[in-house]
């Protein structure tokens, strides 16, 4: 937890974080509801949930640190572990599978010099597996960021990297 | 002009980005609630789509309209309505379409169900990884609010509704539809015990339906055109339209609205185009990752719940994966069983054992580390983790492909085991 803080350096949630999560909080019936929707704002700004983070999350929505890591580590997309600026979802489900998702990730994570859910050295990817992104008739597919690329077998790299 | 029978996917247009709330309307958008709000009551709605014959199109296939007639509604109390838009079965590719394409379409579907239902608030559970169906959506739901189609006296009428858009953070046990409950109450996505069912005590233990994207998107055009024209769509014993899709090594893959009950041959031959050059067709899974195989010998099966069904496996999803000749069908299996076993969800024990188990089979056999008598014991395993054994549905459907591969490509296991080999 020490040496968390000092890489993290949480000083508590901004006041934006708590606004928005707060806004949310009139759409379901009680504040623990927004549970996983007050992890994703937070992790929109921090890129990662942090035990700080969590144990704020909890205190903010009044429920134990406990029960929000049960969610925390329960989602595809919450991360309790530092990511890249930008996330690589490269989907191996079984199209892509077919299709050679198996290349798409080698290539991805040769070209970054990472393995999977490692950090580029310069901290701006992470390469993680996702299970299906409901595009199949253009597998390969992958998310960088919140973007879609579909079709990318060929030359994998160049695609997601703009090169 | 207008094409009614393709009603799902009339407005999907490829020199658009999408149908905004005008394009909708121009091709008579909101007429199905207008006539549902301004000349039914509630019972009525149920009913219409009761007679329509519309069926889940999440893959169970249960009326819809039996569903709403279900819920409680002697007494005032609060109701929930929602649109589970978690699409996550690997191989489906439908809902995002319809979301990205033709956001109203949904919209108006899920306020005349909530209608049905007298629901005031209602939830799109939108995964989380669908980014441009959350921003049309959003901007549609801004159209339906200025417009007076969601709020206070929607249509002038004393009923109102707010639609709220929630997105998932992933993970496939959250199409379950009680765990989606629990996931949209803000805890872990396991499912519940059933019963109580939703129906009766579903979110936060009021009266709840959950109904797939698909098949509210259908309810807007049986409101407007008539059950007649809607029992007219389909072919075969099924009624209405729906998303075919096909994926893989095929010439085309895509998404295609056709009618329910028509032949796997035509979606195949006609819209896929075939395998592509230099593959062969081997068999393939009718509607998802979920379902059993089938072979080319099934291929004049007619797709609809009944035909499919009899044939040994489930029209689920209607988006077939296909199984060319050069691809592996026991990795095949693995690939879905490594899906199934890191989504099961952990909360009961055959899913949570049982799973990785067959991954470690399966892993061992294609490492040419297999026994015979692994055979046995996955098929033993499909027993202990198909119905009735297992808290939800994920595990029975997770081993409809690993036991129809088992029997339909058992040399490929065999292969492995007496060669000694790696792949």
């Not at chain 2, 019972?43 to 009326?63: E, T, Y």
Request: hydrophobic share 40%; charged share 25%; net charge negative.
């Amino acid at each position: 937890m020490n040496e968390q803080t000092e890489k993290t350096g949480f000083t508590g949630l901004s006041p934006e974080e708590i606004r928005e999560i707060n806004a949310e909080t009139g759409h379901y019936e009680n504040k623990a509801a927004v549970a996983i929707e007050a992890l994703r704002i937070v992790q929109k700004y921090r890129r990662w949930i942090s035990d700080e983070c969590l144990v704020a999350v909890a205190e903010l929505l009044d429920i134990s640190p406990a029960q929000l890591e049960a969610v925390a580590t329960f989602y595809n997309l919450i991360y309790r572990r530092p990511v890249g600026k930008t996330v690589i979802h490269y989907c191996n489900s079984v199209t892509c599978w077919m299709l050679g998702s198996d290349q798409v990730q080698e290539r991805l994570c040769r070209h970054l010099n990472v393995e999977l859910g490692q950090m580029s050295a310069d901290g701006e990817y992470t390469v993680l597996p996702i299970v299906c992104l409901g595009a199949c008739d253009h597998a390969p597919v992958a998310m960088v960021g919140d973007q879609l690329k579909l079709d990318i077998t060929k030359n994998a790299v160049n695609e997601i990297f703009g090169r | 002009m207008e094409n009614v029978n393709k009603p799902l996917t009339k407005n999907i247009r490829p020199d658009r980005a999408f149908a905004t709330l005008a394009d909708y309307e121009s091709t008579g958008g909101y007429q199905g609630l207008r006539k549902a709000i301004n000349e039914l009551q509630p019972k009525d709605v149920q009913q219409w789509v009761k007679d329509a014959g519309l069926r889940g199109r999440g893959g169970a296939g249960f009326s819809a309209g039996l569903k709403w007639s279900m819920v409680p509604m002697d007494k005032p109390q609060t109701r929930y309505m929602i649109a589970n838009a978690d699409e996550m079965e690997p191989g489906t590719f439908k809902d995002r379409m319809l979301m990205e394409q033709d956001p109203h379409q949904l919209i108006e579907g899920l306020i005349i169900a909530s209608y049905a239902i007298q629901a005031n608030t209602a939830y799109i559970f939108l995964r989380g990884e669908y980014h441009l169906a959350r921003q049309r959506l959003e901007y549609a739901l801004q159209e339906a609010r200025f417009k007076g189609y969601l709020g206070e006296h929607i249509l002038d009428s004393d009923f109102k509704l707010e639609i709220v858009l929630h997105t998932g953070a992933g993970r496939y046990i959250c199409g379950e539809e009680t765990a989606l409950l629990n996931a949209l109450e803000g805890k872990r996505a396991t499912p519940r015990a059933k019963p109580p069912y939703p129906l009766v005590s579903g979110l936060w233990g009021k009266p709840t339906v959950v109904n797939n994207v698909e098949t509210l998107c259908n309810v807007p055009h049986i409101l407007h055109y008539g059950v007649d024209w809607y029992l007219g769509l389909g072919r075969g014993a099924d009624k209405g339209t729906k998303l075919f899709g096909a994926s893989g090594r095929v010439k085309y893959p895509g998404l295609w609205e056709l009618p329910m009950g028509i032949p796997i041959r035509e979606i195949f031959e006609k819209y896929a185009g075939g395998m592509r050059d230099g593959y062969k067709l081997r068999g393939f899974l009718p509607g998802g990752a979920s379902t059993d195989f089938l072979l080319p010998e099934h291929l004049d099966v007619f797709m609809d719940y009944e035909a499919v069904s009899k044939a040994g496996s489930r029209l689920g999803t209607g988006t077939l994966i296909v199984l060319d000749d050069k691809t592996c069908p026991v990795k095949m299996v693995l690939n879905l069983e490594q899906f199934f076993a890191q989504e099961s969800c952990g909360w009961c024990t055959p899913c949570r054992d049982g799973l990785p188990w067959t991954v470690t089979l399966l892993k061992d056999i294609v490492a040419g580390k297999g026994r015979l008598e692994d055979l046995d014991t996955l098929t033993g395993l499909t027993r202990m983790l198909g119905p009735g054994n297992t808290f939800c549905a994920l595990a029975p459907g997770a081993v409809e492909p690993l036991q129809s591969a088992l029997k339909y490509f058992r040399a490929d296991f065999e292969r492995y085991i007496v060669a000694k080999e790696p792949a």
